[in-house]
């Protein structure tokens, strides 16, 4: 019998996944959190087999959770997660598995069947690579080491990158993508501490955008005071009225 704990601050989610696993006679549900204080209670006194892992919640996120549990304590983990297909790269690296909101029923019966895989072997490898994916979360902050450069890392390596190479910024909640030409990295960072560490070029235009003004080829009125912004490389983004007003440029 597999044990498991389903963590997701949306009701309707949790009952979705509780029904999936009420097919399953090898699953044993011991309980459900709501939140990340909740989670890292019920993950410690019921020491669960596996915790299906919402990534976003209010307090504390899914990753958080997992960072305050001890390395011997950690269980098997199958994030849930709305993240789009880029981001995702983190996840394949180290993760179980995971699920991407919206999941259809093969794909959660496919991804029962991974963990069943996992127990049957008494495998600890599941568990070392997420030892590995917290290991780089914590090291993933985006550091200025001089002028004009930054010092970051993704996927394991450390990178030194010219800003004046980087086109733009996008965010995530806990992750931002950095693009340079065709490629981008993605690193665990926040957009506000990214655009402190970046040049005066590197202007934010929306909530989930930075952009380098070095790149900027027009700008076109929408409705609302919103802008439609073009980049060199033919990348379109909307510049929200509200960062707009605090462009001098414009």
């Not at 029923?105 to 072997?121: A, E």
């Not at 070029?201 to 073009?230: C, D, M, T, W």
Request: glycine share 4%; charged share 25%.
């Amino acid at each position: 019998m597999i044990t498991v704990l389903i963590v997701d601050d949306e009701i309707e989610a949790c009952e979705g996944v509780a029904l999936l696993l009420a097919r399953e006679p090898d699953f044993k549900i011991l309980g459900t959190s709501r939140n990340g204080e909740e989670a890292l209670e019920s993950i410690r006194l019921l020491k669960p087999d596996l915790v299906l892992l919402d990534i976003q919640m209010p307090d504390k996120n899914g990753f958080e959770v997992l960072e305050s549990i001890k390395y011997t304590e950690l269980p098997m983990v199958v994030f849930i997660t709305a993240y789009d297909e880029y981001a995702l790269q983190a996840f394949r690296v180290h993760a179980l598995d995971y699920l991407q909101k919206p999941f259809t029923d093969q794909r959660f019966s496919d991804c029962l069947d991974h963990v069943r895989s996992q127990v049957q072997s008494k495998s600890l490898q599941s568990i070392e690579r997420l030892r590995k994916l917290l290991d780089d979360l914590q090291e993933g902050s985006v550091v200025k080491s001089q002028q004009n450069q930054l010092k970051f890392r993704s996927s394991g390596k450390i990178y030194f990158m010219d800003t004046d190479d980087i086109i733009w910024v996008e965010g995530f909640d806990y992750y931002i993508k950095i693009h340079i030409n065709s490629k981008f990295y993605l690193v665990r960072d926040t957009l506000r501490n990214i655009l402190n560490q970046l040049p005066p070029a590197f202007i934010r235009i929306h909530k989930s955008a930075i952009i380098n003004k070095a790149y900027l080829v027009s700008l076109e009125p929408l409705s609302r005071g919103n802008y439609q912004v073009e980049l060199k490389n033919g990348k379109r983004l909307i510049m929200s009225k509200f960062y707009k007003d605090q462009q001098e440029f414009l």
